[in-house]
Nanobody, 118 residues
Framework: QVQLVESGGGLVQAGGSLRLSCAASRMIFSEFITYNMGWYRQVPGKQRELVARITTRGTTNYADSVKGRFTISRDNSKKRVSLQMNSLKPEDTAVYFC?????????WGQGTQVTVSS
């Protein structure tokens, strides 16, 4: 079973930065590199939405709302994916979930709260 553990959420003022990390602690290296990794977010009453994704080959894509502000990266040797969030806005407030997908099957972390105050 895939276990994903997020960290790095918190409270920040608008314009500030946070860095989220997600560790796939129970995976071995040869497994981790076969997963596409991503970050999603969800606010109460709304559907979970894609924030950023990085494929096994390192190709990235972003939601339009975060382009130019957020950067996703992966460190395969550490079995970790990170999300650097800069120029944060109050509308970025949400629970952020790490996702590991392979063969169309998603796996989720428990989520970490990000709150941006105005």
């Amino acid at each position: 079973q895939v276990q994903l553990v997020e960290s790095g959420g918190g409270l920040v003022q608008a314009g500030g930065s946070l860095r989220l990390s997600c560790a796939a602690s129970r995976m071995i290296f040869s497994e981790f590199i076969t997963y596409n990794m991503g970050w999603y977010r969800q606010v109460p009453g709304k559907q979970r939405e894609l924030v950023a994704r990085i494929t096994t080959r390192g190709t990235t894509n972003y939601a339009d709302s975060v382009k130019g502000r957020f950067t996703i990266s992966r460190d395969n040797s550490k079995k970790r994916v990170s999300l650097q969030m800069n120029s944060l806005k109050p509308e970025d407030t949400a629970v952020y979930f790490c996702n590991a997908e392979r063969g169309g099957i998603p796996n989720w972390g428990q989520g970490t709260q990000v709150t941006v105050s105005s």
